[in-house]
């Protein structure tokens, strides 16, 4: 029995960008394998499996130009070592992977709140059966999908690029015209969209405060007031050189 580790839909799903498109279909791959690995007790299968996997792994990276996943270098007297060392090569690639694209959002990024978070994948979820729910044509429900399914991989960063967010809103959005079947809901997903964006932008707004609340130039109190100076008492006035409070018994 012949199995697959990826479907359609993986690929239809997954991002445009080369690099995200990498990491996600290799996520699903690894996924499908261990599931079957689970499901089964053969050594053998599992031998095969994961053959297949890294064989799949490094055509993809070849095909969308991801250097560094190739089988591993030295000499393996078993197959699941060799796995393993492949299994490492990959996980050090896609961290980098991630790694650069928090790197890339740099300024045009949020860290949301937990609660907004909860929020939106709420709405998303509303929107996803909004799209499978209605009788538009199957290609454009996909894509769709595919697009929802790219604004959870940013909303599960660690900082939200609301540049690409505002992207595939745009083209979410774009997609939804026209379906004329579902006229009443298309109206509540344009607000969706537009709550979801408002909600990110109040994020951002409240932490370029915080920001800017932490980089004020601290304000310094003043020293506080030394010791109270005793006076120097001046001494008595004098008449003729010589201090008035003498008594008689001075010699002349």
Known sequence: MSYSLLELDDYERAPSEPHRKF??????????????????????????????????TIAMASALGIPGVTYPD???????????????????????IM????LVAGPQSVQLATSTKAKIEGQ?????????????????RTKL?????????????????????AVIATAFLAGVQGVTSTLADAP??????GSILKWIGQDKDAE?????????P???????????SKLVQAPPPSFGGFPDDLDDDVPF
């Open 99 to 102: 790694l650069n694209s928090e």
């Open 145 to 165: 999908i595919a697009q929802l399914d790219e604004f959870a991989i940013e909303l599960n960063r660690t900082r939200l690029n609301y540049a690409a967010i």
């Open 218 to 228: 601290t304000h310094m109190l003043p020293p506080p007031p030394g010791p109270t």
């Open 74 to 96: 030295g000499h393996f007297e078993r197959e699941w070592e060799e796995y393993q060392a492949f299994s490492l090569k990959v996980q050090g690639v896609i961290a980098g």
């Open 23 to 56: 990491a996600v279909l290799e996520q699903a791959a690894r996924r499908r394998m261990n599931e079957i690995m689970d499901s089964t007790q053969s050594g053998n299968l599992a031998e095969e499996l994961r053959t297949q996997y890294m064989t799949l």
């Open 188 to 193: 509540n997903a344009y607000q969706t969209i």
């Open 124 to 140: 998303l979820s509303i929107l996803r059966s909004f799209v499978e729910n209605s009788d538009m044509p199957a290609k454009r």
């Open 208 to 216: 370029e405060r915080e920001r800017e609340r932490l980089g004020a």
